[in-house]
């Protein structure tokens, strides 16, 4: 009879647990993608000797690695949504295990809360995976210690202190102190010892002695602490909120599966529905208050670097509006979609551009954050010197990003420095995520190749040989020097025009157009330079006859348009904005007025962001 | 009874010898009339008593691989491995070298091929050194980024085996940059050590010393940049300098370092006081100072001013050395050793000798901050005959920042001849002639780490023993409030100091030097 209620509720369980875990794939393999969870994160993880000496100068916990390789399949959609449901599935398992050692009467499926829960907070693209695999640990080890509850005196404590060490040298350190509560708790409510004081004593004794041996020092490193402190576009508001979720989650689980607790509470709810309801509200509240930590438009930044990545730019433009004024870098991508959708020369006004240049092209007011995307717009114009210049840079960021190494290793091989496209790519091929294309470029060291491999990376575009110095506060002087070699080079042309009207230099956009324009072969002067060409052909004060037939009509209509709207508000600037900016805000008068940081006075710094 | 008894356990021997006589690579091998290729070429060196073991990659393409060390006066020990990296034992290594000081080593290496064949190529020879090297050397653990950095630590390694530990690491000081770590005559009790950017200062740390010093003053240029430490302890030399940066593309340079203007000062660390003399502060550019052994003379290098507004290859410096009576505080007058106009180079990182006999240096094309310099090679001055000779020891790519070791056998550089990206220390001995022999890379324990490893190991100097002091200890001196260092104005002829002097207060930060326009 037990036997088969035995294998009746296993064949139940298990059929619970496939309907999840095929719930779970399909959500994550349809609605997340898996791929964005690593922008940023770029997890590296290779089997190297140097790679794990690296790590260890960094102070980083096993955790780090541990997340880092799990990580690293994301990079594959179907293997990553499947590495993602099993951990899951995995987490629902050893909570269930909890509450099965606790012999608590909970409901069925409360043990997938968690999993659910950390299911939304993957939608914000964040550190969810991460937290999962702490929830997992921590939950093995909680259900270690269950397990042991009942053990002798010294076993118990033995039990205890490994736990609490591992925990403090492999988790964050709230996370221990999540860990070391339930210890506490478990002794005062669930431990038939007499002694229970005494052990509560030794393990206060021991988490004091570890913080106080390493007082000062970082303990661990997560990829959470990682991705937290080093990259001010993380989709968190607070370091500590997040941290404790992680407490208030393992508690409230951890105290739910505490037996004695439980029916002590129990007895003043005595309907079983309303203790039920309770926990479900309870992991509700949880799901808002996780959710609300993140900055919505954190997940908008990463959507943008997504479709960047794979070149999906009008999908990019689609989120010039939701983009915040300190957000660098997706301002930065916005701008390149507009060359890469063509229209660049035609709407740059069509993004927002309160940074002037600044987010044309990433001079010297950057973080280590900003350098590989201004390697990425090098390596697209051809100036492969700049693309590893900045390249190398953002190593500083991460040693072992693999989006920086294969950068290096392409433009190493495009420039024919074997030697170090083979240091690179002997990295890389250390990884099983990257050891295929690490091989496979490590083939490609002849001229044929390497030919074959530059005009898949950049086309007909010239490599650049002869341009000596990165001059990296003038761009506009390094992209004179792509265009004197190389004359069709349309992208080094735009961003030139560009740079120089975001500055407001009308002087030097005039000759420069002047010098370079007949290389590019645009049917009609696009409709911005138009505009730019206006304003300097009346600052200087040149004779109307002299420009009026080269604007084209409809152009200088809207140009008496714009300066009748001022005139209409009094010349009042202010009053005008709304107005102005509804109807010309495409236009440069507009951002020349209003916008460009010469009339705004915004304060950039020098590493800003 | 007994010859069935014995029939098996005979042919169970039998078969034994058989398959151990069909495996030895010494009976069926080919032999190659040729050193194998090996990475890092370890063959035809002088090696010092003390090294690590030198961990080696086999080249040679095959299945297996059999390495035998050996010398005349033992048999030695020998390694078999299905893979190329051959790492050796720690305890048979020390044994070969401490018995065979002053002798040669022998590494014959056989290869099996996919054709089962064993090949035997001509043994690698190595001398082994009566002479020790120091047990430690102390580096700078650095990315290749010219402007920015993250991680970034002074490190300490064993010569002796492969252990390395941090001194410092900039994780512990905000990540801010750590350089010039200085050692007073190898002595890892007396250490210097720059930071820029907050925490900001200069750390002296010695057994008596513990200093976070600002070391700006109103008549000097900038903050202390290139250290040199008297050897009586006393004094240090710094170069003072207003720097800026020169970007190159990929190609022989990565950075140019270029001075605005440079000065070379001494602060005596007893009376936490700035000195100077005309003649190494002059409107010429003055620059890093080093000492000869006996302390008797500041050496250092010098560009004219008039370079200042040319093109950057044009400016070129001497190597000059001038007099100094340390108990009076007294200045000779410079004297010119080596002469940029005759040599048609320039001179940089000038390193006496311990027996004051020689003086080791770079010289390159241009300038003076020549590890991105792939023109830059050592050079070594015989201070008797006044006669310079290239060492044997340089390579297409740069070499840079050489010492010596305590006993002036050895001599450290820098090198990134492996793929001009990477800097790594090279070890060359120097025999009582003056002659250097081949060098030889820092050895790895995982041979294969020349290949993956993505930081360098900038500037290494030679230390005498470990240096003790716990980071903590050094992190508490930083974190204290900084003591500012006084110029000697009263004794010091401030209006003869043609760049020392600076008449308003200086409105360029130490930092923002390094960042300023081209």
């Known amino acids: 009879m037990n036997l088969k209620k035995n294998i009746s509720n296993f064949l139940i369980d298990t059929f619970y647990y496939c309907v999840f875990g095929i719930f779970l794939f399909v959500i994550i393999f349809k609605v997340y993608t898996p791929q964005l969870l690593n922008l940023g994160l770029q997890p590296f993880f290779a089997f190297d000797s140097s790679y794990f000496d690296y790590y260890q100068t960094q102070h980083n916990s096993i955790i780090l690695l541990l997340s880092i390789f799990f990580l690293q399949f994301l990079n594959y959609p179907v293997l990553g949504s499947l590495l993602i449901t099993v951990l899951l599935l995995l987490l629902s398992f050893v909570y269930r295990k909890i509450f099965e050692i606790s012999k608590n009467p909970n409901p069925k499926g409360i043990e997938f809360i968690p999993s659910i829960l950390i299911l939304v907070s993957l939608k914000s693209y964040t550190i969810g995976l991460e937290t999962l695999i702490i929830f997992l640990l921590a939950g093995l080890l909680l259900l270690g210690n269950r397990i042991v509850l009942n053990m002798k005196f010294w076993i118990r404590i033995g039990c205890q202190i490994i736990s609490l060490v591992i925990a403090f040298f492999v988790f964050d350190l709230l996370v221990t102190f999540a860990l070391f509560a339930f210890l506490i708790v478990d002794e005062i409510f669930v431990s038939k010892t007499q002694k229970k004081y005494v052990i509560i004593s030794l393990n206060i004794i021991i988490l004091a002695a570890l913080i106080y041996l390493l007082k000062g020092f970082q303990i661990s490193k997560t990829v959470f602490y990682e991705a937290a402190s080093s990259n001010p576009r993380i989709s968190i508001s607070n370091y500590w909120n997040i941290i404790s979720i992680h407490i208030l989650v393992i508690l409230i689980i951890g105290l739910f599966s505490n037996k004695k607790w439980v029916s002590d509470f129990t007895l003043r709810i005595p309907l079983f529905f309303i203790r039920n309801w309770v926990i479900i509200f309870l992991s509700a509240l949880m799901v808002v208050f996780y959710s609300s930590l993140f900055i919505h438009e954190g997940k908008y930044n990463k959507e943008i670097e997504y479709y960047a990545s794979i070149g999906k730019w009008n999908k990019v433009l689609d989120y010039k509006n939701k983009v915040e004024l300190n957000d660098r870098i997706s301002r930065f991508l916005l701008n390149q979609a507009l060359y890469h959708t063509g229209r660049m020369s035609e709407d740059l006004f069509l993004v927002p551009q309160e940074w002037g240049e600044h987010t044309l092209i990433l001079t010297m007011t950057f973080n280590r954050e900003c350098t590989i995307y201004n390697s990425d717009l090098f390596f697209d114009m051809g100036f492969i010197k700049a693309a590893e210049y900045w390249a190398l840079e953002s190593q500083t960021n991460k040693v072992y990003s693999p989006r920086i190494l294969i950068r290096l290793a392409t433009c190493a091989l495009l420039l024919k420095d074997y030697p170090v496209a083979h240091k690179y790519l002997s990295v890389l091929k250390k990884s099983l995520v990257y050891k295929k294309s690490a091989n496979k470029m490590l083939t490609y060291f002849n001229d044929k190749d390497v030919s074959k491999l530059k005009n898949k990376m950049i086309g007909q575009k010239k490599i650049h040989h002869n341009i000596v110095y990165i001059n990296n506060n003038r761009p506009d002087l390094n992209l004179i020097q792509i265009l004197k070699e190389d004359k069709n080079n349309r992208m080094a042309f735009e961003y030139l025009m560009s740079y120089y009207l975001l500055q407001n230099e009308l002087g030097a956009f005039k000759q420069s157009l002047t010098n370079y324009v007949d290389g590019i072969g645009f049917a009609r002067t696009p409709k911005i330079y138009q505009e730019a060409l206006l304003l300097y052909y009346m600052s200087t004060k040149a004779p109307m006859e002299q420009y009026l037939s080269t604007i084209d009509k409809n152009i200088l209509k809207r140009f008496s348009q714009f300066n009748k709207t001022l005139i209409e508000y009094n010349m009042n600037g202010k009053l005008a904005r709304k107005d102005l900016n509804k109807r010309f805000g495409d236009t440069y008068w507009y951002y020349v007025r209003y916008l460009s940081p010469k009339t705004t006075g915004l304060n950039i710094k020098k590493r800003s962001i | ?518």
Request: include cysteine; charged fraction near 25%; glycine fraction near 4%.
């Open chain 2, 1 to 518: 009874m007994n010859r069935i008894k014995t029939y098996p356990i005979f042919s169970f021997f039998s078969l034994i010898i058989l398959i151990s006589c069909h495996n030895s690579p010494f009976k069926n091998a080919k032999n190659i009339d040729a050193l194998p290729e090996i990475f890092p070429d370890y063959s035809g060196i002088v090696l010092p008593p003390n090294i690590a073991p030198l961990n080696f990659t086999i080249e040679e393409k095959g299945i297996q691989y059999f390495v035998n060390f050996n010398s005349d006066n033992t048999s030695g020990f020998s390694i078999k491995s299905r893979k190329p990296e051959i790492v050796i034992p720690f305890s048979k290594w020390g044994k070969l070298l401490k018995k065979n000081r002053g002798e040669k080593i022998r590494m014959v290496v056989y290869v099996r091929g996919h054709n089962k064949v064993w090949k035997k190529f001509k043994p690698i020879e190595n001398i082994i050194s009566k002479d020790s090297i120091d047990s430690y050397i102390a580096y700078r653990r650095i990315n290749s980024g010219m402007i920015l950095w993250e991680d970034m630590a002074i490190v300490q390694r064993n010569l002796g085996n492969f252990s390395e530990s941090d001194i410092i690491s900039n994780q512990n000081t905000e990540n801010n940059c750590m350089h010039c770590h200085t050692f007073q005559n190898r002595d890892p009790n007396n250490m210097i050590l720059h930071m820029r950017r907050s925490p900001s200062g200069t750390l002296i740390k010695t057994k008596e010393r513990s200093l976070w010093l600002s070391t700006k003053t109103h008549y000097t240029l900038s903050s202390f940049v290139y250290p040199a430490w008297h050897p009586d302890g006393q004094y240090i030399a710094f170069s003072t300098n207003r720097i800026h940066q020169n970007f190159f593309g990929r190609g022989n340079r990565i950075n140019h370092v270029r001075d605005d203007a440079s000065d070379i000062v001494i602060y005596d660390l007893y009376n936490n006081e700035v000195f100077t003399t005309p003649e190494i502060a002059s409107k010429d550019f003055e620059n890093i100072p080093a000492w000869s052994p006996d302390g008797k003379y500041l050496y250092y290098i010098q560009s004219s001013h008039e370079f200042k507004h040319l093109h950057d290859s044009l400016e070129k410096y001497d190597l000059l050395r001038i007099e100094f009576d340390q108990e009076n505080k007294k200045w000779g007058k410079p004297e010119m050793l080596v002469s940029s106009e005759k040599t048609g180079l320039s001179v940089s990182f000038p390193q006496v000798s311990p027996d004051g006999r020689y003086v080791l240096f770079c010289m390159a094309d241009y300038g003076y901050f020549t590890i991105n310099n792939s023109s830059s090679d050592l050079y070594l001055l015989n201070l008797s005959d006044t006669t310079i000779r290239k060492l044997p020891v340089n390579s297409e790519q740069t070499e840079s920042f050489p010492s010596w070791s305590g006993n002036g056998h050895w001599i450290l550089f820098t090198s990134k001849r492996f793929d001009g990206m990477f800097t790594l220390p090279f070890f060359s001995y120097v025999d009582s002639t003056g002659t250097a022999h081949k060098p030889f890379v820092i050895p790895f324990e995982n041979p294969a780490s020349y290949f993956t490893r993505l930081t360098n190991m900038n500037r290494p100097v030679f230390l005498a023993g470990k240096v003790e002091y716990k980071e903590k200890e050094l992190l508490e001196i930083v974190y204290t409030s900084t003591e500012k260092v006084v110029f000697d104005s009263i004794h010091v002829d401030i209006d003869a100091l043609t760049h020392a002097t600076v008449k308003n207060e200086p409105s360029v930060d130490e930092e923002n030097t390094l960042y300023k326009k081209n």
